[in-house]
């Protein structure tokens, strides 16, 4: 039997040297993805947000807000302005950020990056992560997750084959990714507190870059082939 040696990949370190090529593929392949992406956040998006996984990509109109707090891990040297405060830190730990500051808070495509060594550690990962939104929400402020999901048959094989997955990628240098369903999403927000969310597709356009996290720029599918759909999800922090 193949046997892989298990090394901890630096996702930080892999996200920031792979920046410039993520940046061309949000304006290029995926473009009219985040278009799409836009004109919903443009939406929804007030106060002061806290725009979590953010990767230096603001696809949502600065203006309209009061302030942004960019948070990545892969922040470097970051110059933090008037309008936005950048911080480097991990999405299950924002210690940084106070509690009930924040009238908004909005992840793009992270929740499948928030993994660990086990399925179930993941799952606490995720769970944690929500919590930490919560956390920093004020009362009636919402969680916005742009992410992809999947159809719960495509997680339980994810989930079947995480441990061999997680290895081979640490084999091959690359990050563990991990997608959900939507009802393995609001499981993990209902852990976290939430009680009340609404959903709903954004529309990919014609071709999709599906491994932007690993190899970025190098494939490039028509959507129909994808097998996954874009969802919006809103949950909202309710008054106590």
Known sequence: MLKFKKQEVDIGEHFHKHASEYQEVVHGTNKELYQNISRELNQSLSGTVLDIGNGN?????????????????AFKNMTSTEKITYVTADARDLRGVKTGSCDRVVMQFLVHHIVNTSKRLTDSSVEQCFSECYRVLKPSGKLMIVEMV??????????????MTYRFLSWVNKPMIKFYSLRGIISRLKGAGFTGWTDGEIEMGKWIDPFEALFPGKIKLPRFLYPAECRLISAQKLNP
């Not at 990509?57 to 891990?73: G, K, M, P, Q, T």
């Open 57 to 73: 990509v603001f696809n949502y109109d600065l203006s309209r807000l009061e302030h942004v707090i960019a948070v990545d891990i």
């Open 150 to 163: 999947v159809h719960p048959v495509v997680e339980f094989f994810e989930n079947l084959l995480y441990r």
